[in-house]
């Protein structure tokens, strides 16, 4: 408004370092915004992390017990015979 100093106008100056702070504010709460979308990611890059490792787990237990099932040897004889009787019906 005409007449008013902003030099000497006390409500001026006040208003105007308000008008820094809030913009000040607005600046970190962008920052802390994005920083708690990086720590978001982070954390579900890690919980899929941790479901990889337990189905790994779990694979590796169920190949532990089959391989604790099987019989080498009669696999191998079984494989043998089935070799040879495919070899007969092939003549």
């Not at 990086?38 to 579900?44: E, F, P, T």
Request: charged share 20%; no cysteine; net charge positive.
């Amino acid at each position: 408004p005409p007449g008013v100093n902003p030099a000497t106008d006390k409500g001026l100056k006040s208003q105007a370092k308000q008008l820094v702070t809030i913009r000040k504010q607005k600046e970190k709460l962008y920052e802390t915004k994005a920083q708690l979308n990086s720590v978001g990611m982070q954390a579900s890059a890690m919980a899929t992390q941790a479901s990889a490792i337990t189905a790994v787990g779990a694979v590796t237990e169920a190949l532990g017990n089959a391989n604790k099932v099987m019989d080498a040897t009669k696999m191998n004889k079984t494989l043998m015979e089935f070799q040879r009787q495919n070899e007969m019906a092939n003549m």
